[in-house]
């Protein structure tokens, strides 16, 4: 990718936008109720991710943890990670059949801009599980997967 020649405007190549993230996911996050790292410490290309939420407080997700993969392909982050609940549950944008989070049923996805990142979605997401419209949805099984 190009680097700009002006300001604010430079265009931070993937890979390093990529081990800047990866090194934010290390340190743990806000309350650390949200985190994310590599797949694999080998893949030079850094694609595959995994990420935890712990579901939110006074939530019908309360306690649970939840994992997620993300996929980070070549154009990342000009369009966003594929992202894939590994634990079941039961959203609004999550498909019930494979954990796919449908970017059209997820706004962060769906409106996506390079300046988001992966901390962003998984922070998204929590704040999704514990939306009026999410208190409501009966959840599998705790430790069911996908």
Known sequence: MPISSGGSSDVVPRNFRLLEELERGEKGIGDGTVSYGMDD??????????GTIIGPINSVHEGRIYQLKLFCDKDYPEKPPSVRFHSRINMTCVNPETGVVEAKKFGMLANWQREFTMEDILTQ?????????????????????F
Do not use: C, N
């Not at 410490?41 to 995994?50: A, E, L, P, Q, V």
């Not at 997401?125 to 997967?145: D, N, T, W, Y």
């Open 41 to 50: 410490g080998d893949d030079i290309y850094m694609r595959s991710w995994t």
């Open 125 to 145: 997401l929590k704040k999704e599980m514990a939306a009026p419209h999410s208190r409501k949805l009966v959840q599998p099984p705790e430790g069911a997967f």
